[in-house]
């Protein structure tokens, strides 16, 4: 994690980049400031992934820091050796506060928490990448192929040519006709079943979202099964047998 340190006390500064150093390998320290205004300048030049601000410095204090940079999503984590900015650290959504001197195991559970942050700011901003990847491929290849994100990179399914798709945690992976094993795409069931409205597909199944063109037959049970033209057997759940049976009556 790309980390500053901002501390007007020469100290402070030295002994949190020793314990960083020396405890916390996952930080990358690419500055450090002695005051406000050189903080600013860091913050724009680094893009910081973590941010250790003390709040007592001459000319902007940390709050004033914070405020100029109030748009920023890096992690704060408050230094200070006065326990009375609690409160206002909590306001300026810092994501912890440590008390001067710092306790090496109050550190590492401070970093924990921004490695943590960073993962899930990563996870979301992938996501959204991967959307937009999607929404991209199927404009331009619109009711043909869907664009789905897999372990290696970007799958090009032509929707035509699924069987049936099938939960696998919050993966999903989908039959093809033309190949013996199922491809695992990065999507949840749900997802690919959204992508795949309209086209003749339905969801049977809490685990099971199947192409009802290329269903052979269905052999009636509790909910019943159906056997595809590969000779697959997929299971109808209880719940959803008398709607996937108006469905078929009007295929």
Excluded: W
């Amino acid at each position: 994690m790309r980390t500053i340190i901002v501390d007007d006390e020469k100290l402070s500064r030295s002994v949190l980049k020793l314990l960083l150093e020396k405890h916390c390998p996952a930080v990358d320290i690419v500055a450090v400031c002695a005051d406000g205004a050189s903080a600013l300048e860091a913050i724009k030049k680094y893009q910081p992934d973590l941010i250790f601000l003390d709040v007592e410095m001459p000319g902007l204090n940390g709050f004033e820091v914070l405020q100029a940079c109030r748009e920023a999503s890096f992690a704060i984590i408050v230094t200070t050796s006065y326990d009375h900015y609690a409160l206002d650290a909590i306001r300026h959504n810092a994501l912890d506060y440590l008390m001067k001197p710092i306790i090496r195991e109050d550190l590492q559970e401070a970093v924990h928490k921004a490695m943590i942050k960073l993962a899930d700011r990563k996870e979301a901003a992938a996501g959204k990448t991967d959307m937009l990847m999607e929404m991209l491929h199927q404009h331009l290849y619109p009711g043909e192929r869907l664009a789905l994100p897999s372990p290696e990179g970007l799958r090009m399914i032509l929707v035509k040519d699924i069987l049936y798709c099938m939960a696998d945690d919050v993966n999903t992976k989908i039959f093809l006709r033309q190949e013996e094993g199922p491809s695992l795409v990065c999507r949840s069931l749900k997802e690919v079943e959204s992508l795949l409205k309209n086209k003749g597909f339905f969801r049977v199944h809490h685990s099971y979202v199947v192409n009802l063109n290329y269903m052979e037959r269905y052999i009636k049970g509790d909910g019943g099964e159906i056997i595809m033209c590969n000779g697959n057997c997929i299971p109808v759940s209880r719940n959803r047998k008398q709607e996937f049976m108006e469905r078929i009556e009007k295929l």
